[in-house]
């Protein structure tokens, strides 16, 4: 082992484990109510947070992600969870996963750093 410090208290092999300790540490130190990991149709890969909440956040990524400009804005339910929430396409490998978080902090641009950590750990389990 080197001399550095492991900056990782828990870790893992297996890519799942793995995706959680990152989503749970990122929530913690980012202050968010949820991170999620979802595919491109909505379904929760990983999460950290309530989930029921998390498998909202993945049901309704599909359509926060893709909001154009040019279109009216979103009304009802789907306004109100995009208030405080995040939500960032990941290319991994050449397949699209979603990056999502709520809370007061989301929006904070924190969640770029998630990302690298996310595509990171997909990318190994490819």
Do not use: N
Request: charged residues 25%; aromatic residues 4%; contains cysteine.
């Amino acid at each position: 082992m080197s001399s550095q410090t492991e900056r990782r208290r828990t870790r893992s092999s297996d890519p799942l484990v793995a995706l959680h300790y990152q989503l749970a540490f990122s929530r913690r130190e980012g202050g968010l109510d949820l991170v999620v990991v979802a595919d491109d149709s909505g379904v929760v890969v990983a999460a950290s947070g309530g989930w029921a909440a998390c498998e909202e956040l993945a049901a309704y990524a599909p359509l926060l992600v893709r909001v154009d400009p040019g279109e009216p804005k979103p009304t009802g339910r789907l306004a109100e969870i995009g208030i405080h929430s995040d939500v960032q396409a990941i290319d991994v490998d050449g397949q699209t996963v979603l990056l999502c978080a709520r809370g007061a902090r989301a929006k904070t641009g924190a969640m770029r750093h998630v990302a690298d950590g996310v595509a990171r750990i997909l990318s190994r389990a490819a």
